[in-house]
């Protein structure tokens, strides 16, 4: 709800737009965004990556990030962490995983469409204010909510897995690009 104080557009579902992105970062920064990385380069300490023309989406459901990410898996399906948090995501990923492969098969099977980006980017956030939020091929978690502060409980993981299926959900619906 907030792209148009990004951005001029009018913020609403119906409207779609295509997005490319270019973005010059440190070096050792990860930039993560809906499309695909079409290409990476690096001069002294500042690295350019420019990234492929997404599919009509809604204005809402553009996002990027961009920081010390480590990245887990490679693929289709992708964790994004930062740094400091690599070893306790390599704990919780596995299932984290396992969640979001089973739940795209039961979507894919149930809804009789295919997963509709070409990537799924799964992004934790320290203090991000939501649970998560579904922008299209790059879902963003509040990294509390996957990794946990405390010991979890059988209600946390129950709420995590919650969390990863609504949003990736949200994939199929609510993010619908039709018409083309």
């Known amino acids: 709800m907030d792209a148009s104080l990004a951005f001029p557009c ?5 409207l779609k737009a295509r997005f490319t992105l270019n973005v010059s970062a440190p070096r050792d920064w990860t930039v993560v965004s809906n499309g695909q990385v079409k290409q990476a380069a690096a001069a002294g300490i500042v690295s350019t990556v420019s ?5 009509p989406i809604s204005t ?8 010390p990410f480590e990245r887990l898996a490679s693929g289709p399906l992708r964790l994004f962490v930062r740094k400091s948090m690599l070893e306790r995501a390599k704990e919780e990923w596995p299932a984290v995983a396992e969640t979001t492969r089973k739940g795209m098969a039961l979507m894919t099977t149930f809804f009789a469409q295919p997963f509709p980006f070409p990537k799924y980017d799964q992004v934790l956030i320290p203090g991000f204010p939501y649970g998560g939020m579904e922008h299209a091929g790059a879902t963003f978690f509040n990294e509390d909510g996957i990794l946990f502060r405390t010991v979890p409980t059988v209600n946390d993981y129950n709420r995590r897995n919650e969390t990863v299926l609504h949003e990736l959900a949200h994939q199929w619906f609510g993010g619908l690009r039709f018409p083309a």
């Open 51 to 55: 990234f492929e023309e997404t599919k």
């Open 60 to 67: 809402y459901l553009f996002a990027f990030a961009a920081g």
């Open 10 to 14: 009018f913020d609403q579902p119906d």
